[in-house]
């Protein structure tokens, strides 16, 4: 897919309005290429490339949804937010441009993926596409999700469940319904594509809480292990990956996924 050299591409089209300050641009391209394992656009190439679609017609799909990833990564670390100095041992957004720089760049990463949208599909695919990703990525989805989070302190296990669905595994349903979109699927194997998206996303975010298991510092209460045990969690990250494997014997449409479902092993083996 060459997701580098076609995202840094979109960077320098943008950079071409010269009226605004070239630091501002810098500033986008710092956050947007600080590293990560770009996971949701690893999603988006092998569901695609099961499905046999072009590596043309996914970019623009992965493009987006990093796009929407970094937005909430740069204004989840602003001083109102999460107040994070580091992310990926570099120094946070905010902290080397500015709050300002943080907000404003925030909100031009999230517009800039649905232009991205808008410049690569047309018709009922773009409108579909426009739907999923205003729904995974706003209140119904991460925006949702991060409200819980910051403003949610005593958690039963459903506030933990529905902070964990709608701030990681919204993004997750997206990655994996996408590319359906694109190749026209039918309702049915969409909604099971989105169940393996929602079901990986889940069981991500809960090996993220069990890694996170020995970060003693005041944000203790954030994680699930405050209210679950360890061996109970692992129970709830099995579920997740007997779920996935169910949604995938419904989807005949996918003709090589040896690759996707390698894929998922390899995360679900972080913790096994």
Do not use: W
Request: net charge neutral; glycine share 6%; proline share 2%.
């Amino acid at each position: 897919m060459d997701f580098k050299r076609r995202s840094k591409e979109y960077f320098s089209k943008q950079a071409s309005f010269k009226i605004l300050p070239a630091r501002f641009y810098d500033s986008l391209e710092y956050s947007f290429f600080s590293g990560g394992k770009r996971v949701r656009p690893k999603c988006i190439e092998l569901v695609g490339g099961s499905l046999e679609i072009a590596s043309k017609k996914l970019f623009p799909i992965a493009f987006a949804i990093e796009l929407v990833h970094t937005y909430s990564l740069v204004h989840d670390d602003l001083p109102s937010m999460d107040d994070d100095t580091y992310r990926r041992e570099k120094l946070t957004h905010h902290k080397k441009y500015g709050e300002a720089s943080a907000v404003l760049a925030g909100d031009a990463l999230l517009t800039l993926a649905f232009q991205v949208l808008a410049e690569n599909y047309s018709g009922n695919i773009l409108k579909a596409l426009v739907q999923e990703l205003s729904h995974c990525s706003g209140v119904h989805g991460m925006v949702g999700g991060q409200v819980l989070d910051c403003l949610t302190k005593d958690r039963s296990l459903e506030i933990f469940e529905s902070i964990h669905y709608l701030k990681t595994a919204k993004l997750f349903e997206f990655s994996f319904v996408s590319p359906g979109i694109v190749k026209g699927l039918s309702d049915f194997e969409r909604f099971e594509l989105k169940s393996v998206g929602k079901n990986l996303g889940l069981l991500f975010q809960l090996q993220d809480d069990l890694f996170d298991e020995d970060k003693k510092d005041e944000r203790v209460e954030e994680n699930i292990l405050s209210i679950v045990s360890k061996s109970e969690l692992n129970k709830m990250i099995d579920t997740k990956k007997n779920e996935i494997e169910q949604s995938f014997e419904k989807l005949r449409s996918l003709k090589k996924k040896d690759r996707l479902i390698e894929f998922i092993d390899v995360v679900f083996k972080r913790t096994h």
